[in-house]
């Protein structure tokens, strides 16, 4: 399969120049650069959210059937 990437004057140049060296076509260089990145990379921790529960009861009883409404008031009461 053939493909075209647009790579900077300076590193096609030096590329070229390496190749050289080792005797390989460019091509070669390439695809070598290619399979290091790849095997190297690293699929992402998936995310894992940590506890968050803490000990207690519950609501205390006056406020077990707030409204959600309710409740923020009271979370954000004289904050304002």
């Known amino acids: 399969m053939k493909t075209t990437v647009d790579i900077s004057?300076?590193?096609?140049?030096?590329?070229?120049?390496?190749?050289?060296?080792?005797?390989?076509?460019?091509?070669?260089?390439?695809?070598?650069?290619?399979?290091?990145?790849?095997?190297?990379?690293?699929?992402?921790?998936?995310?894992?959210?940590?506890r968050g529960s803490v000990k207690g009861e519950g609501l205390r009883p006056e406020l077990r059937n707030a409204s959600w409404d309710q409740l923020l008031e009271l979370i954000y009461e004289g904050r304002g």
């Open 9 to 50: 004057t300076a590193l096609l140049r030096e590329a070229r120049r390496r190749a050289a060296r080792e005797g390989v076509t460019l091509e070669t260089l390439i695809e070598r650069g290619l399979r290091r990145v790849v095997s190297e990379a690293q699929p992402a921790a998936p995310f894992k959210l940590r």
